[in-house]
């Protein structure tokens, strides 16, 4: 089997008393669609920002492509190869749609586009690829909630990135939007592209990921082909047994 | 004898600093915004009490009657019509707001008194005691008991009345606050005003020490700043934590630095604290113990 | 004619008309003087805007880089060197000393680290003040000769032009991107691959320079400089306010704000002394309040026709 993209080993991020991620270690697979579901609390956002470098880990190690990357910035890793969406969504509320993933154009993943015409061609590819290039030049805020998810996607592919992480991009969207989103998942994997998605919208997980990750109060529980994963006894009771609407 | 001195005045100090930093910590508290113009309103107590001094002959220690409530209803307007309408923007443009105002209330005061050094003088102000051999003088006494009073007074009414835990539960959260039934809009002009009569209450006991400028406040906004980020930023407590860590660094500084430098103390602990302690000595013990 | 040739020949024309000015007007040596203030305080207010405006860093202690510039080249003066070492010294000096105060304080967020800038003026203030061997103290320092005025006048023109230029070039390139975005929410921005503190410090060097050059005109021009008067808090207070009545955070709107400033204390310090600070804190207040963007939001709001967008700025559930 190849070497993963992207493998935690042991990562510990604690919160005063609380231990957020508890010694876990993921391994994500090159080209493949990963599910990170669990309960609310069982730190599956906490675990992507330590991925991504927003925080760091009071223990443990990332590593991308061979290379570590624990404890380097978020804007290291972004250069480095992987890109983070956010659980609620920031788009740049001043800029327009096309500025917002423009600006993923200019910085991520070298090589990068020289001047902003080339930028701006980059954006617009990306922001094609998501379905939103009609709405290039409107204001990101006036975008509704799945267009600025949308957005979102776009601007941290813009970033030219390996692995992608996605925090919940299903979340709050109605299910046509739904099944638009996973079809560009699906588009933007078949492009080369990992990806880990942390969901809670199991049957979403089913249809699109190859794999799945269930963490439960920080620590992995079970971990396989959605099949298994999915009717696993402990994942069913971390979610019947806890007050998940 | 001489380091008992100095922790003394330290100690007296402290409490005058307290009181000129309350207010910052209750309107940060309540409606998460730094009061720029704190300095303003501390710079105005003592205009104001100097002005009822000298044209009506009220005796210093009776101004805050006045202060008090005229400060409050101010604040309180102020919030109404102008906070109000920046509260839900980002943090810069409140600051440049209550920056505008502290402008205002400081270039008033050039205007209207001039930029004359003023000062008030009564039997009161030259009054000294003597404690266990060490001569004290009285003003200095009273403004320290002033700021312990009012630390006691402001945590009766924050733990013992509605509107005082009404007042905590928006500071701790906002919307918890408003499922429960309070009235976050009013406790806003309620917290602002105390915040603003609190500011005029420290100025008007400053007059009582210092002889002032118009542009008195800004040496002291920094202190107060230095203050409230000592203490936690929201915590009454820990105000008179900061204002006697404060004092006490100063009172000690100056024994190896030139007088003039003193009031970059206060700065660069300041900066110091907030890059390192970013929740203040308070905040950062709190959460040291909950954890 | 498309909007951007129109902008760039609006330019043109009042490029060549500033320039002509010396030799076409009839009280030259008074328009002369005026200009020469709304040209360095447009520069001044366009170096503070790619920090403040651009980079969303607010800084009220932006005068000690302007003091740094003005000693540097008084002090040269009295020992006979000359400017054409001054004043990139000055420049140079005033970017280090950004670097060294920009490292600390951009570990600060927001309204924390512009009250620590507060701090940073009134320190270089009193260090000014107190450092009487290099600076003289309060009673300040002379300077022996100026150039004469129509020579002080190109150079506030040709770095206001400078500046300005620079804005425009900066606004559209890849670290105007980086500012803006660093601006609008820096977290998001890192995520995106953006390293925001080497970004801000850069924009604090060039506004920092940008100021120093300044500085040095500043002090050639009055011949006298002070601690109070370069290194003072009213000195900050107007870099900051000048952007924000123009429009913060654009290319013009600094100069804009300048030609308002330069305008208003012309008018104002005649009557009553502070008058004018009066007058800007009130014109703050009504800016925050009822339009943000300064003249240059009102202009665009006029433009569209449109009533006032519900927030110009990003607003959280009040």
């Known amino acids: 089997m190849a070497e993963p993209i992207l493998a935690c080993r042991d990562l510990t991020k604690r919160f005063g008393g609380l231990v957020a991620v508890n010694h876990v270690d993921l391994d994500v697979e090159q080209g493949e669609i990963l599910g990170l579901i669990g309960p609310n609390g069982a730190g599956k956002s906490t675990l992507f920002r330590l991925i991504a470098g927003i925080m760091h880990p009071n223990a443990g190690t990332v590593t991308f492509a061979g290379r570590r990357i624990t404890n380097r910035s978020a804007h290291d890793v972004c250069v480095a190869g992987v890109a983070a969406t956010h659980q609620i969504v920031r788009p740049f509320r001043d800029m327009t749609v096309l500025d917002n993933v423009v600006v993923g154009a200019f910085f991520g993943r070298r090589p990068r586009p020289h001047g902003r015409a080339a930028a701006r061609e980059a954006a617009m590819t990306a922001l094609t690829f998501c379905g939103l290039a009609q709405r290039a030049h409107s204001d990101a805020r006036a975008l509704n909630l799945s267009g600025q998810k949308r957005l979102e996607i776009a601007r941290a592919l813009a970033t030219r990135p390996e692995v992608l992480l996605l925090d919940e991009v299903l979340a709050g969207l109605n299910p046509t939007e739904t099944d638009q989103t996973l079809e560009l998942v699906r588009t933007i994997r078949s492009h080369g592209t990992t990806i880990v998605m942390v969901e809670h919208n199991l049957r979403a997980v089913r249809g699109v990921c190859s794999r799945i990750v269930a963490l439960v109060n920080g620590s992995k529980i079970a971990e396989g082909s959605p099949e298994s994963v999915l009717n696993d006894e402990q994942v069913i009771s971390a979610y019947l047994g806890t007050t998940h609407a | ?291 | ?318």
């Open chain 3, 1 to 318: 004619m498309d909007r951007r040739s129109a902008s760039l020949a609006a330019c043109g024309v009042a490029l060549a008309a500033a320039i002509a000015v010396p030799f076409v007007a009839s009280r030259a040596e008074y328009a002369l003087d005026v200009l020469f203030l709304v040209f360095l305080y447009g520069a001044m207010a366009t170096a503070w805007n790619l920090l403040g405006g651009f980079a969303g860093q607010v800084s009220f202690g932006h005068a000690a880089f302007l003091g740094i510039g003005a000693y540097t080249t008084a002090i040269f003066s009295q020992f006979g060197i000359s400017l054409w070492i001054a004043v990139p010294v000055g420049a140079l000096l005033a970017g280090v000393f950004s670097l060294v105060i920009g490292i600390p304080a951009f570990r600060l967020r927001g309204p924390y680290f512009s009250i620590a800038t507060i701090g940073i003026g009134e320190a270089t203030r009193l260090i000014a003040l107190n450092w009487t061997a290099l600076t003289g103290g309060a009673s300040g320092l002379t300077l022996a000769a100026a150039p004469p005025l129509v020579v002080q006048y190109f150079a506030a023109l040709a770095l206001c032009a400078v500046s300005v230029a620079l804005a425009a070039w900066i606004k559209i390139s890849r670290f105007g991107y980086a500012l803006s975005a660093i601006r609008q929410d820096p977290d998001a921005a890192e995520t995106l691959g953006v390293a925001t503190t080497v970004a801000k410090t850069q924009a604090l060097f060039l506004s920092a320079c940008l100021l120093g050059i300044a500085g040095s005109i500043y002090a050639l021009h009055y011949l006298f400089i002070s601690p109070d008067s370069v290194f003072g808090f009213g000195t900050s207070i107007g870099l900051v306010i000048m952007p924000i009545i123009g429009g913060l955070g654009t290319v013009t709107g600094p100069l804009l704000g300048a030609i308002v400033y330069t305008f208003i204390r012309e008018q104002l310090a005649a009557t009553l002394a502070n008058a004018d600070l009066l007058a800007f804190g009130l014109l703050l207040i009504a800016i925050v309040v009822f339009e943000p963007r300064g003249i240059l939001g009102i202009i665009d709001r006029l433009r569209r026709g449109e009533k006032p967008p519900a927030e110009i700025l990003p607003s959280a559930d009040g």
């Open chain 2, 1 to 291: 004898m001489d380091l008992v001195s100095t922790l003394i005045s330290a100690l007296l100090v402290a409490g005058l600093y307290a009181a000129m930093s309350y207010g910052l910590a209750l309107i940060y508290g309540v409606l998460k915004i730094i009061n720029l113009a704190n300095a303003g309103f501390l710079m105005l107590g003592a205009y104001v009490t100097w002005w009822l001094f000298t044209s009506f002959h009220v005796h210093p220690l009776l101004a805050p009657l006045v202060i008090v409530p005229l400060f409050f209803l101010f604040g309180w307007a102020l919030e109404r019509t102008l906070v109000r309408r920046v509260l839900g923007s980002e943090p810069i443009i409140s600051l440049l707001l209550l920056f505008g105002v502290w402008l205002v209330l400081q270039n008033l005061a050039y205007v209207i008194w001039t930029g004359d050094t003023r000062s008030i003088d009564t039997p009161f102000i030259d009054a000294t005691v003597n404690l266990a051999g060490i001569q004290l003088a009285v003003p200095r006494l009273y403004v320290f008991a002033m700021g312990v009073l009012v630390l006691v007074a402001l945590q009766l009414f924050l733990t013992r009345t509605y509107l005082g835990r009404a007042i905590r539960a928006t500071a701790q959260d906002r919307d918890a606050a408003r499922l429960v039934g309070v009235d976050v809009e009013r406790v806003n002009g309620i917290a602002f005003g105390i915040g603003i009569a609190l500011a005029g209450f420290g100025g008007s006991l400053l007059s009582l020490l210092f002889s002032f400028t118009p542009d008195f406040g800004r040496a002291l906004s920094l202190k107060s700043f230095c203050i409230v980020v000592l203490g936690g930023l929201d915590s009454i407590v820990g105000v008179a934590f900061g204002a006697l860590s404060l004092s006490l660094a100063e009172a000690f500084g100056v024994r190896y630095m030139p007088a003039s430098l003193q009031n970059l103390i206060s700065f660069v602990v300041l900066v110091v604290v907030l890059i390192v302690l970013p929740k203040g000595i308070v905040g950062t013990l709190r959460a040291l113990r909950r954890g």
